[in-house]
């Protein structure tokens, strides 16, 4: 059984940062991709940013500059450090990994983290 908790959200003003960090557990043979989506009342889940194994990065146009992503591999987890908040980054943020388990890789979710930025 493999897990993603998540943590760090909250409440912050315009402006203001906050650190999400997300954590797997359980029978884990490798981890590909890990990433941070988002989802805000009445629209559709979306990419913020993702990291390989290696490194590499990608960000949402949105939040290019203003967010950073990073991961631990000897912890399994992977931290979205988010700077210059806005009310519009306002939503749940999830978790989300390629777990590798036995041959086979599957994607996993955490149970989201609520992230709301006043004005």
């Known amino acids: 059984q493999v897990q993603l908790v998540e943590s760090g959200g909250g409440l912050v003003q315009s402006g203001g940062s906050l650190r999400l960090s997300c954590a797997a557990s359980?029978?884990?043979?490798?981890?590909?991709?890990m990433g941070w989506y988002r989802q805000a009342p009445g629209k559709q889940r979306e990419l913020v940013a993702r990291i390989t194994s290696g490194g590499t990065t990608n960000f949402a146009d949105s939040v290019k500059g203003r967010f950073t992503i990073s991961r631990d591999n000897a912890k399994n987890a992977v931290y979205l450090q988010m700077n210059s908040l806005k009310p519009e980054d306002t939503a749940v943020y999830y978790c989300n990994a390629g777990i590798g388990v036995g041959i086979y890789e599957y994607s996993y979710w955490g149970q989201g983290t609520q992230v709301t930025v006043s004005s």
């Open positions: 359980g029978s884990i043979f490798s981890i590909n991709v």
